[in-house]
């Protein structure tokens, strides 16, 4: 059986802070993608990132970074410079490679940046 | 691209009632989902569709629900009879089958009282 555990349940900080949301994954595939959604308050879902799991490079985009550690099972994401529009939950989820797409989610991570 | 397009956006119903989820897919995605969230439970899968074929129904609750894909461009979540437990977000979301990355609807907020 799959499952995503995201520790952290709510976190603030206060604007322009750095913030690190943690993920960390349990899986027997081999094979399987990892993912980072967010859920802003007008609550729709919106895809961040995927990642396979062959693929252990960290990646960045703009203010966002990923840190993707098989050997910890962790996918963790960093908000550098935090802004308060980056106000949201934060979901990381795990699907497996062979064949289909469903996605085990975690229990999400809310952020609060505060002004 | 529209999206994925859920409708209605909110339901309020009454216990007992049928009710009907709306959901159509990005054009060209070929696997569909149909998730639920609750404060209880998260973010949980009910079914999947692959090529408007069923696949693992085995996260839908009861049979009160129902769900069909009678085309690649529609699909149906059914409720009956509605209980207030069943008061949570529902979310479609669609995929291009392997390609890892689902893309979700704005949700329908449904509401039994």
């Known amino acids: 059986a799959q499952k995503v555990t995201q520790a952290q349940t709510e976190i603030s900080v206060v604007e322009k802070e750095d913030v690190t949301l943690d993920c960390v994954y349990e899986t027997r595939d081999t094979t399987y993608y990892l993912f980072w959604y967010k859920q802003p308050p007008s609550g729709e879902l919106v895809f961040l990132i995927r990642r396979n799991s062959f693929d252990e490079q960290n990646e960045i985009s703009g203010r966002y970074s990923w840190n993707f550690q098989k050997s910890t099972s962790s996918f963790n994401f960093t908000i550098t410079a935090s802004q308060v529009v980056d106000s949201a939950v934060y979901f990381c989820a795990l699907s497996s490679a062979f064949g289909n797409e469903k996605l085990t989610f975690g229990t999400g991570t809310r952020l609060t940046i505060i002004p | 691209d529209a999206g994925v397009i859920q409708s209605p956006r909110h339901e309020v119903t009454e216990m007992g009632q049928e009710v009907t989820l709306r959901c159509k897919p990005i054009?060209?995605?070929?696997?569909l989902f149909w998730y639920r969230q609750t404060m209880m439970r998260g973010l949980e899968l009910l079914i999947y569709?692959?090529?408007?074929?069923?696949?693992?129904d085995s996260g839908m609750p009861e049979d009160r629900f129902s769900a069909k894909m009678p085309n690649a461009s529609f699909s149906t979540l059914k409720i009956q009879p509605s209980e207030p437990r069943d008061s949570a977000v529902y979310f479609c979301a669609s995929s291009r089958r392997d390609s890892g990355e689902a893309f979700f609807g704005q949700g329908t907020r449904l509401t039994v009282v």
């Open positions: 569709f692959n090529n408007n074929v069923p696949i693992d």
């Open positions: 054009s060209g995605h070929n696997s």
